[in-house]
């Protein structure tokens, strides 16, 4: 800990340029700034992968000229925040320095060297990972939905399917709501939303919105992780709510995701229906593309149910079903009503170079997909599904 250090100790650090990071078998020399018992280091983009390790550790070992130092990580969000790490940098480095490696969209971890080593449970800190990540991303995630024309279609999709499933009017549950995309269109329609995320800063995004079209007395939120959504049921009720749904996040980054199906059998009213889009095990385009561009090894990759960073295009582990997997661990509460492939013939989010070059056939081909998407065997070969799944009345 820092209050261990003596004064030439001290004063040594302030005056180094570099640190060398230790985590496992990875070693890294990194520029860092000093701030009170806090050492700022700033992903510059060159290697993704040490940010999201030492993250997912909770804990960290630094070596400054010989004097070793270990400290709790948090992943740094904010702009005001960031801004003021961003000048640390500059004082020390030099503007040019700045420009030239770093930008606000950096990834900025702090490391606590006046907190003592505690041995949390693997679990609590993959959670506490998992926040400080959708926390970090919270401003620029519109950006990252919006402006990619793949994530857009997800959210279309998903759209619509509500409209055939949703009643005429109701309440409405949203597991990992995110910055809001699909629930504030939602609550637009005329329906009350209850929303959960286990990022207040997204949370804080979707209230705003909300607040700014007037929409506030229709929306409650809450933060809890998704396999926490039993702790709902005290204030709401059981039965309280006519749809559940989560997209395209939230339960493939939940390692208790089997814990969920007897909350929300309490929590959905008679006849009611649970909506998930889940991250595919099986993707037709995906398998296509890489074989295309000569990557077969990343052909498997999401053929192991647990992925971990680094091995996938999320920037958090994540865990893929095939919707077989998917409807079983939730078949003792509920009956499978349809599944659909999204997108199915489409590329993946990720294959930007392929999606620039279908430009103005998207249209085309995204009518083809839809169509396809309901059919054998296609609808289980998206890169996400979405299922449907009723209520069983025992």
Request: glycine share 8%.
């Given at each position: 800990m820092?209050?261990?250090?003596?004064s030439?100790?001290?004063?040594?650090?302030?005056?180094?340029?570099?640190?060398?990071?230790?985590?496992?078998?990875?070693?890294?020399r990194l520029?860092?700034?000093?701030?009170?018992?806090r050492?700022?280091?700033?992903?510059?983009?060159?290697?993704?992968?040490?940010?999201?390790?030492?993250l997912?550790?909770?804990?960290?070992?630094?070596?400054?000229?010989?004097?070793m130092?270990?400290?709790?990580?948090?992943?740094?969000?904010?702009s005001?925040?960031?801004?003021?790490?961003?000048?640390?940098?500059?004082?020390?480095y030099?503007?040019?320095?700045?420009?030239?490696?770093?930008?606000?969209?950096?990834?900025?971890?702090?490391?606590?060297?006046g907190?003592?080593?505690?041995?949390s449970?693997?679990?609590?800190?993959?959670?506490?990972?998992?926040?400080?990540?959708?926390?970090?991303?919270?401003?620029?995630?519109?950006?990252?939905?919006?402006?990619?024309?793949?994530?857009?279609?997800?959210?279309?999709?998903?759209?619509?399917?509500?409209?055939e499933?949703?009643?005429?009017?109701?309440?409405?549950l949203?597991?990992?709501?995110g910055?809001?995309?699909?629930?504030?269109?939602?609550?637009?329609?005329g329906?009350?939303?209850?929303?959960?995320?286990?990022?207040?800063?997204?949370?804080?995004?979707?209230?705003?919105?909300?607040?700014?079209?007037?929409?506030?007395?229709?929306?409650?939120?809450?933060?809890f992780?998704?396999s926490?959504?039993?702790?709902?049921?005290?204030e709401?009720?059981?039965?309280?709510?006519?749809?559940?749904y989560?997209?395209?996040g939230?339960?493939?980054?939940?390692?208790l995701?089997?814990?969920?199906?007897?909350?929300?059998?309490?929590?959905i009213?008679?006849?009611?229906?649970?909506?998930?889009g889940?991250?595919?095990?099986?993707?037709?385009?995906?398998?296509?593309?890489?074989?295309?561009f000569?990557?077969?090894?990343?052909?498997?990759?999401?053929?192991?149910?647990?992925?971990?960073?680094?091995?996938s295009?999320?920037?958090?582990?994540?865990?893929?079903y095939?919707f077989?997997?998917f409807?079983?661990l939730f078949?003792?509460?509920?009956?499978?009503?349809e599944?659909?492939?999204?997108p199915?013939?489409?590329?993946?989010?990720?294959?930007?170079k392929?999606?620039?070059?279908?430009?103005n056939?998207m249209?085309?081909?995204d009518s083809?997909?839809?169509?396809?998407?309901?059919?054998?065997?296609?609808?289980?070969?998206?890169?996400?599904?979405?299922?449907?799944?009723?209520k069983?009345?025992?």
């Amino acid at each position: 800990m820092i209050q261990d250090l003596g004064s030439d100790e001290m004063a040594k650090l302030e005056r180094s340029k570099y640190a060398d990071l230790i985590s496992g078998t990875t070693r890294v020399r990194l520029s860092f700034v000093m701030n009170g018992e806090r050492i700022f280091l700033i992903s510059s983009g060159n290697n993704p992968r040490w940010p999201a390790q030492i993250l997912r550790n909770g804990y960290v070992s630094l070596n400054v000229e010989g004097i070793m130092i270990r400290g709790k990580t948090k992943l740094i969000s904010g702009s005001d925040v960031k801004s003021g790490v961003m000048s640390l940098f500059a004082d020390k480095y030099g503007e040019d320095y700045v420009k030239n490696y770093y930008s606000l969209a950096s990834r900025i971890i702090s490391i606590d060297m006046g907190s003592t080593m505690i041995e949390s449970h693997m679990q609590e800190e993959y959670y506490r990972w998992l926040e400080e990540e959708f926390d970090s991303v919270s401003e620029n995630y519109d950006d990252h939905i919006l402006g990619n024309q793949v994530n857009r279609i997800l959210r279309e999709r998903s759209l619509d399917l509500f409209t055939e499933y949703f009643p005429s009017k109701g309440n409405i549950l949203e597991i990992g709501c995110g910055s809001g995309t699909e629930t504030i269109e939602i609550l637009k329609r005329g329906y009350s939303v209850t929303a959960v995320d286990i990022s207040q800063n997204m949370l804080d995004i979707v209230k705003e919105k909300a607040r700014t079209l007037g929409l506030m007395g229709a929306l409650r939120t809450y933060r809890f992780r998704a396999s926490e959504i039993g702790k709902i049921i005290r204030e709401t009720g059981e039965g309280s709510f006519n749809v559940c749904y989560s997209t395209y996040g939230a339960l493939n980054c939940e390692p208790l995701i089997r814990e969920m199906s007897q909350p929300l059998h309490q929590l959905i009213s008679r006849d009611g229906y649970f909506i998930a889009g889940v991250y595919n095990r099986f993707c037709a385009s995906e398998f296509l593309m890489h074989s295309l561009f000569l990557k077969p090894s990343r052909c498997l990759w999401r053929m192991r149910q647990f992925i971990p960073e680094g091995h996938s295009r999320f920037c958090i582990d994540v865990y893929s079903y095939s919707f077989r997997q998917f409807y079983h661990l939730f078949s003792k509460n509920f009956l499978m009503v349809e599944v659909r492939g999204v997108p199915v013939i489409i590329p993946p989010s990720n294959f930007n170079k392929p999606i620039k070059l279908l430009g103005n056939r998207m249209a085309v081909l995204d009518s083809i997909d839809r169509f396809i998407g309901k059919r054998w065997p296609f609808k289980y070969l998206g890169d996400h599904f979405l299922m449907v799944l009723r209520k069983r009345m025992n």
